[in-house]
Each structure stands twice: as structure tokens, then as C-alpha cells.
């Protein structure tokens, strides 16, 4: 069975600061895909990066970074220069692929606070 | 371009009744899914519909069902409410297949009393 998990539960940082998220996944899949989402206080999950098990490469989308590592099962999340409109809980999730279906097995979510 | 759309935002049940959350999602959007929200548990996935047919469902009781219309747009229900069915639905929408970003709603805030 698939597994994901944020053992942040919430973080604090002073704006400016970086911060880092932690995901760490299990799956006997060698075929799979790690999402970000965040969920801001209206409830939507916003969706941030979708990243397939053969493609390791790190990526950067202006502040924000992904480290995916498969050595070590994690897909970990850089905010730098944290801003407070980043406050909010982030999820990290991991689907199988195959069958033609999507089923997304969540973590419980890390909450950052970020404080002006 | 519109996103995922859910109705009602809020609504408050009793125990013992039913109720019915529709979703519509993006346009050109063929699969539909289903998540249901919970401080306790999480997010947790309830089913996947694509082209009016369920592709998966998650490990919920039988009084969780739901169905998708040739539109695309998809309803779910759940009858006899529990007072632990309190939660925030979410529904979501994919072009389909095996890939494609999933794109969320905001979700249906269901208060069971």
C-alpha cells in the first residue's frame, strides 16, 4: 500500500526566511507521481507541481523547489524568501499510475505560518 | 477558462437524512473525483468517475456512492448521514487518462447534526 508522509505538522518562519517541507513516500510501484498542492484558507486545493517517478531532476518555479530524491523516498519543498500570501497547509501526494486512474493518497498536511 | 465548480458551498444535515453534492468541472474535462476532507483523516480519496463510469472507488461504506452524466458533470451522495460524515468535500477534474494535472473546487462544507 501507498504511503505518504509530512511529519511537519506546522512551521513558523518570520518573512524572508526559507523554509523546507518535508515528504517522505512509500509505494511498490516503480511507475508513479508526487504532486504538491496547497490549500489556502478558502478550502481549494491549488495544485503547484506534478512530478513522475523517472524524471529525478530538481526543478525551480521562482521562489518555490522541489528536491526529489528516490534514493531516499522524499520529495521535499523549498519556499525562499518566504512572503506571508504563502501561508497556508500544503499537501504532499503521490498517485500509482496505471488503468487509467487517478487516485491520490495524501499526506496530512504541513501548515506554514508565515509572520510578517 | 472556469474552474472546478461545486454546489452547495455550505450546507447542515441531521443524522439519518441524505444529501447531494454536485461538481462540474472544468471544461473539456472528462474525469471527475471525489475526496473527502476531515481534520482526523485527512484528505482521503471516495471515487473516481470518467465518461459516466467509475474508474476506482476508495474504501467507503456502501451510503457513499456517486455518478457522472454524459456532460461530464458528476454528483455524489451520501444517504443516511453519520454525525463523522462532517466534512469538506472536494471534488476535482482531469482531462483524463493516465496523466494531466488534477485541478480541485473549493470544496462542499457538509455539517452533520
Known amino acids: 500500500a501507498q504511503k505518504v508522509t509530512q511529519a511537519q505538522t506546522e512551521i513558523s518562519v518570520v518573512e524572508k526566511e526559507d523554509v523546507t517541507l518535508d515528504c517522505v513516500y512509500e509505494?511498490?510501484?516503480?511507475?508513479?507521481?508526487l504532486f504538491w498542492y496547497k490549500q489556502p484558507p478558502s478550502g481549494e486545493l491549488v495544485f503547484l507541481i506534478r512530478r513522475n517517478s523517472f524524471d529525478e531532476q530538481n526543478e525551480i518555479s521562482g521562489r518555490y523547489s522541489w528536491n526529489f530524491q528516490k534514493s531516499t523516498s522524499s520529495f521535499n519543498f523549498t519556499i525562499t524568501a518566504s512572503q506571508v500570501v504563502d501561508s497556508a497547509v500544503y499537501f504532499c501526494a503521490l498517485s500509482e499510475a496505471g488503468a487509467g486512474s487517478y487516485q491520490l493518497t495524501f499526506g496530512k498536511g504541513t501548515k506554514l505560518s508565515v509572520i510578517p | 477558462k472556469a474552474g472546478v465548480t461545486q454546489t452547495p458551498r455550505y450546507l447542515i444535515k441531521t443524522r439519518g437524512q441524505q444529501v447531494t453534492l454536485s461538481c462540474s468541472p472544468i471544461s473539456g474535462h472528462r474525469s471527475v473525483s471525489w475526496y473527502q476532507q476531515t481534520p482526523g483523516q485527512g484528505l482521503q480519496f471516495l471515487f473516481e468517475y470518467f465518461s459516466e463510469t467509475q474508474r476506482n472507488k476508495g474504501n467507503f461504506p456502501g451510503r457513499f456512492s456517486g455518478r457522472q452524466f454524459s456532460n461530464s458533470r458528476s454528483e455524489m451522495n451520501v444517504s443516511t448521514l453519520e454525525l463523522g460524515d462532517s466534512a469538506l468535500y472536494l471534488c476535482?477534474?482531469?482531462?483524463?487518462?493516465?496523466?494531466?494535472?488534477?485541478?480541485f473546487g473549493e470544496g462542499s462544507r457538509l455539517t452533520v447534526l
Open positions: 509505494t511498490r510501484d516503480t511507475t508513479y507521481y
Open positions: 476535482a477534474s482531469r482531462l483524463g487518462g493516465d496523466t494531466g494535472e488534477l485541478f
